[in-house]
């Protein structure tokens, strides 16, 4: 699952490239089997990440206004080409193609592609809205709000490393900042969420937004404040690896309602379960 930092950078890449862009051709695919469906010439208006989702703006000739909605799930991306070259990914994988005077886009193997008129789009905002929390990026984010919104939603029997990764909570969160915020907070990843002090739960989200807005810019994530030559975390991916902090061997498990991997310091994340 991308970071909540992947679909803000990627719309961060995407928007001078869109904005203001009259496109040739867009097509998309409504589902799997189905042919591209042609929408013939529109001109690109806006790139917005919400949360994991990626929104773009479209106008058509006669002035309609359209929506293009991605959720690129785990295995989703956009790839770049220059007119007329081979694709990397077989045709009948991308959802959605959209050609540039200089460039075609095309989305492959998105988790959700939805396109649909921009006046439907806007009834559509609430209904995103029940989905996808507070956006962790967002520029007006209220982190009290945020902090208090999970506080009171969140099941106090549910393991904290789930809080963390439901968007409907607070978006922005993936499985590489789950383990490393629960790190930097010493907390084991499967403490029951009531048992999350409100000092420790608002630490956490606030690690969280610090990280991910660290992270908006290319090049590695980085969670460590020194990261050295390779070593950009504190956890993830480390298993058996000394902890950076006290030495002891990092653990591994797939945890959690989807048993996604995890990684936690059973010195410094002690205590239960
Ligand atoms: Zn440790």
Request: hydrophobic share 40%; proline share 8%.
């Amino acid at each position: 699952m991308p970071e909540g930092d992947t679909i803000h950078k990627l719309a961060a890449a995407l928007r001078p490239v869109l904005e203001g862009t009259a496109l040739c051709r867009v097509a998309t695919r409504a589902a799997r089997g189905d042919p591209l469906r042609e929408h013939g010439a529109m001109t690109a208006e806006g790139v917005q990440a919400r949360g994991k989702h990626l929104l773009l703006d479209l106008e058509a000739a006669d002035g309609r206004p359209w929506q293009l909605r991605s959720h690129l799930g785990m295995y989703g991306t956009w790839h770049q080409y220059a007119p007329g070259s081979a694709w990397h990914k077989p045709a009948s994988a991308a959802w959605a193609v959209l050609t540039l005077p200089d460039r075609v886009l095309v989305c492959f193997h998105p988790r959700e592609l939805q396109w649909c008129p921009r006046t439907a789009g806007a009834r559509d905002v609430p209904r995103l809205d029940a989905r996808v929390g507070p956006d962790l990026l967002d520029p007006a984010l209220d982190l009290d709000a945020v902090v208090a919104r999970v506080g009171a939603r969140a099941d106090p029997g549910r393991p904290i490393l789930d809080v963390l990764l439901d968007q409907s909570l607070a978006a922005g969160i993936g499985n590489i900042y789950k383990s490393e915020v629960l790190f930097l907070q010493g907390c084991h990843p499967l403490r029951p969420a009531g048992e999350v002090t409100e000092a420790m739960l608002a630490g956490l989200y606030r690690e969280a937004e610090r990280l991910l807005r660290r992270n908006v810019k290319p090049g590695p994530r980085i969670t460590r404040e020194r990261a050295e030559e390779e070593a950009f975390l504190y956890v993830y991916g480390r298993r058996g690896e000394p902890c950076h902090r006290c030495g002891a061997p990092i653990e591994f498990a797939r945890l959690g309602e989807h048993l996604r991997s995890t990684y936690w310091c059973p010195s410094c994340q002690a205590g239960n379960p």
